[in-house]
C-alpha cells in the first residue's frame, strides 16, 4: 500500500471547518481593524451620565455607575458578556432625599466584607461653594443587594479623596470636615474607617511631619490630588493640590507615607502649580520605573500640554560603576541605582519639579496646536450642572509598554460647545526628529513625542464633554468611552449621550492587568450561613506594580503603575490596573505588588508572571508582618488565535501520527514479506 499525504492533508483541509465550529469560534464581534463605532452597549436609554467603574457582582466584569439626570438617584447596570453590552434594566437604585442633589459617586469596599459599597456625596438643591457642607451617604452591601444608607460626617468646601491612612487596608477619606469648620478655613481631617468593628467613621488629624513650616493645605474645589507611590517604595504617597487666594493659581503638597506610622506622613516637597494649571493626571510617561505627573495649561487662547518626570535613581545596568542599595547599606552611602530585584528601594531624594520654564530640564512642554492642530483644550465641563475637571486620560492603547494621552480640543471656528477628541500616541524622540517636544535635552534624554492618531472613529463625535479609557469585557485591550451634550441650551444639564469606541487594532505586544484587594477575605469570601462569593469589589486603591522586562533588543526596562490613584470630582478610574509590556520574548521577570500596609515590607514579589494574564492578590496576612501569606492568582487571557493554533497543532499532530502509522504498517506488511520468503526457502531445501 503507498501512502499517499496529499490527500491526507486533503482530508485534513476539509475537516478544517468542523474544527473551527467545535472549537467554538463564532464570527469575530468587528470585523474592521482599528477603532470601531460599538454603539451605547445598553446604556442608550439611561437619561444621565457614567460618573463611575465598579464590581457590583462578583463575575469579574465591570459594571457602570449612572447617575440620572436629575441628580437624584444613582442607578447600577451590570455588564452582559453573552450580550457584549450593559443590561439595560438597572440591578439595583439608589435614590436620594428629595432635598439631596448627587455630586460624586465612589464604588469602594468600606464595610471590609469583600462586597462592594457606594459611597454618594451629594450638595443641598441651594447650596453655594462656601456654606452648605457636601453629604455623604454610604450605601452597604448586603448578601441581597445594598442596604439602607448610613450618614457619614460631612465634608466642607472640596470633595474629600480616598486613601488609607491607617495601614489596615481599609478605605479612609482624607479632606475637610465640615464639623470641624468655624470661622476660618477648617484643617485637614482624616475619616478613619472603623466600619468593620462599629459601623462608623471616626474624624481623625493626620499626623504630618516637616523640617520648615509649610501653610496648610485647603484643597481646592475642584482638585486633583493623588493617592500614589511617588519615592518610589511601593507604598502610596499623597499628592495634595490646595488653593490660594488667586482662583487661577494653585500650590501642590508632597507628603511621604512611613512604614512605620499609621496618619504619618512626611513632607518631601512643596510648590506652586503654573497658573491657569488644568487637571493632574499620572503615569509613569517614559517607562524608567517612577510614576510621572501631567497636567496642560491654557494662557491668552494658547494651551499647553506638560509632563513632569519623577527623577529617581535609574534601573543599575550592567558593567556600570552603581552602588546599588545592598551597597549603600554596607558603608553607609546612599545608593545610586535601583537593583532590579530590589524595585521597591525608596529614594527620599526624588524631585519633581512642575514649574514651566525653559531651564526646567525635568519637565517637558508640548504645544497643543502642533499636536493637534487646535490650539485649546477643555480643562473644566462648564456645561455641567457642578463644574468638572477634565483630565488628560493617559492610557497604553498600543500596548507598547508608554502611556498615549487622550484630550478633547475646541476647534478654530468652533460652534457652541463643540469638541474635538484627539487620541496621541507616544513615540521615541529620535536623534534627528523635529516633532513636538524633541528638540535639545528631551532628545538627549530619550524622552517622548506624542502623535496624533488620525483618522479614527473618534473624529464623528464634536460635541464630546468626557471621554475615558476602559477595558470593555476584560479582553485585554483599552477602549474608550464618551459622553456628549450638544447644545449650550442645555447648560446644566447632567444628561449625556453615552458612546463607547472598542479598540479592535491589532498590536504585536503583551499587556498585563494587575488587582489588588483589601484582603477582607484570603481568597473566595465563605460567610458562614450564607453564599459563597468572590471580592472583586474588594479593590485596594493606592497599591502599586513595579516590575522589569527585557524587549526584543535585549534591554531590560522599569515600569511603575498605579491602582485607581483618583476618585473625587468624576474621576472615573476603573478598579484595576491596565499597562502594556511592549515587544518582549519573556515573561515578567519580577512583579513587585505593593500594598498600602504600614510594615517593613509592604510588597509582595511575584516571580516569572506569564503576559496577556490578570494578577489578582490579596495581601491577607496572619500575625507575622509578612508578605509570605498574601493569597495571589493568575487568570489567563488567551488570544483570539489560540484555538487556531490548537486547531493546527492538532492536525499537524494527525498528520504526524497517520504518516507513522502508515510507515509503521508499511514495515509491518515488509517484515511479513520478509517472514514468508524466510519460510518458503527452508521448505523448497527441505524438499
Not at 545608593?335 to 528601594?345: A, E, M, N, Y
Not at 502594556?580 to 515590607?601: C, D, H, I, K, P
Request: aromatic content about 8%.
Amino acid at each position: 500500500m503507498r501512502l499517499r499525504p496529499l490527500a491526507l492533508l486533503g482530508a485534513v483541509a476539509a475537516l478544517a471547518p468542523a474544527a473551527h465550529a467545535g472549537w467554538g469560534l463564532a464570527p469575530k464581534r468587528f470585523n474592521k481593524q482599528g477603532f470601531v463605532d460599538a454603539g451605547a452597549l445598553g446604556l442608550g436609554n439611561i437619561s444621565g451620565a457614567l460618573v463611575a467603574w465598579g464590581h457590583y457582582n462578583d463575575d469579574r466584569f465591570l459594571d457602570a455607575f449612572v447617575m440620572n439626570a436629575e441628580r437624584t438617584a444613582v442607578a447600577i447596570h451590570e455588564w452582559v458578556h453573552a450580550e457584549f453590552a450593559f443590561a439595560p434594566a438597572p440591578a439595583a437604585v439608589l435614590e436620594l432625599p428629595s432635598d439631596l442633589r448627587v455630586v460624586n459617586v465612589v464604588p469602594a469596599d468600606f464595610t471590609y466584607d469583600g462586597r462592594l459599597d457606594v459611597l454618594v456625596m451629594a450638595e443641598p438643591v441651594a447650596r453655594t461653594p462656601t456654606t452648605a457642607p457636601l453629604t455623604m451617604l454610604l450605601w452597604p452591601s448586603t448578601p441581597d443587594g445594598l442596604g439602607t444608607p448610613q450618614m457619614l460626617p460631612g465634608a466642607a468646601i472640596a470633595q474629600p479623596l480616598t486613601l488609607d491612612a491607617t495601614g489596615d487596608l481599609q478605605t479612609d477619606l482624607l479632606g475637610h470636615a465640615a464639623a470641624h469648620a468655624g470661622s476660618g478655613a477648617p484643617p485637614l481631617s482624616v475619616w478613619r474607617n472603623e466600619f468593620a468593628r462599629n459601623g462608623t467613621f471616626a474624624l481623625d488629624a493626620p499626623q504630618l511631619f516637616y523640617d520648615a513650616p509649610v501653610p496648610a493645605c485647603q484643597l481646592a474645589a475642584p482638585h486633583s490630588s493623588a493617592f500614589v507611590d511617588l519615592n518610589g517604595d511601593c507604598l502610596a504617597d499623597l499628592f495634595l493640590v490646595c488653593a490660594t487666594q488667586d482662583p487661577a493659581q494653585y500650590t501642590y503638597q508632597i507628603w511621604t507615607a512611613r512604614k512605620d506610622g499609621a496618619l504619618q506622613y512626611y513632607l518631601a516637597q512643596t510648590g506652586d502649580l503654573p497658573r491657569n494649571a488644568g487637571p493632574l493626571s499620572f503615569a509613569d510617561m517614559n517607562r524608567d520605573g517612577t510614576i510621572d505627573v501631567v497636567f496642560s495649561t491654557c494662557e491668552r487662547g494658547r494651551c499647553a500640554v506638560h509632563i513632569a518626570y519623577n527623577e529617581q535613581m535609574p534601573l543599575c545596568s550592567e558593567g556600570a560603576p552603581w552602588r546599588t542599595p545592598a551597597d549603600g547599606g554596607a558603608d553607609g552611602a546612599p545608593p545610586t541605582c535601583r537593583d532590579p530585584l530590589q524595585l521597591c528601594v525608596a529614594d527620599d531624594a526624588f524631585r519633581l519639579n512642575l514649574t514651566v520654564a525653559a531651564d526646567n530640564a525635568r519637565l517637558q512642554s508640548y504645544d497643543v496646536e502642533a499636536l493637534t492642530g487646535d490650539a485649546q483644550l477643555v480643562q473644566r465641563d462648564e456645561l455641567a450642572p457642578h463644574v468638572l475637571p477634565v483630565p488628560i486620560r493617559l492610557g497604553d492603547t498600543n500596548l507598547d509598554g508608554y502611556p498615549d494621552m487622550l484630550l478633547l480640543t475646541v476647534p478654530r471656528g468652533a460652534r457652541p460647545g463643540e469638541t474635538r477628541v484627539r487620541l496621541l500616541e507616544s513615540h521615541a524622540c529620535t536623534r534627528r526628529s523635529t516633532a513636538p517636544g524633541c528638540n535639545g535635552a528631551p532628545r538627549a534624554a530619550r524622552r517622548r513625542t506624542f502623535a496624533l492618531v488620525r483618522p479614527t472613529v473618534l473624529d464623528a463625535y464634536t460635541y464630546v464633554r468626557s471621554a475615558a479609557f476602559v477595558d470593555l469585557d476584560e479582553d485585554g485591550t483599552l477602549d474608550i468611552v464618551l459622553q456628549s451634550l450638544e447644545g449650550v441650551q442645555l447648560r446644566g444639564s447632567a444628561a449625556r449621550d453615552v458612546a463607547f469606541v472598542q479598540n479592535n487594532d491589532f498590536h504585536d505586544a503583551f499587556f498585563l492587568k494587575a488587582l489588588t484587594l483589601n484582603a477582607a477575605c484570603r481568597g473566595r469570601c465563605e460567610p458562614r450561613g450564607a453564599r459563597a462569593y468572590e471580592p472583586w469589589g474588594a479593590g485596594l486603591g493606592g497599591a502599586s506594580y513595579k516590575f522589569t522586562v527585557l524587549d526584543p533588543n535585549g534591554v531590560r526596562r522599569a515600569q511603575q503603575v498605579g491602582q485607581q490613584p483618583q476618585t473625587a470630582y468624576g474621576a472615573l478610574q476603573a478598579p484595576a490596573a491596565f499597562f502594556g509590556l511592549g515587544r518582549t520574548n519573556n515573561y515578567v521577570e519580577s512583579l513587585f505588588v505593593g500594598s498600602t500596609r504600614r510594615q517593613a515590607q509592604p510588597y509582595l514579589v511575584l516571580e516569572g508572571v506569564i503576559p496577556n494574564s490578570e494578577v489578582v492578590v490579596a495581601p491577607w496576612q496572619a500575625e507575622a508582618p509578612t508578605p509570605a501569606t498574601w493569597h495571589r492568582e493568575l487568570f489567563l487571557h488567551p488570544a483570539d488565535w489560540i484555538p487556531l493554533v490548537t486547531a493546527a497543532l492538532v492536525g499537524v499532530i494527525g498528520l504526524l501520527g497517520a504518516i507513522v502509522f502508515a510507515l509503521d504498517l508499511a514495515e509491518k506488511r515488509e517484515d511479513e514479506r520478509e517472514r514468508r520468503r524466510a519460510v518458503h526457502a527452508i521448505n523448497f531445501d527441505a524438499l
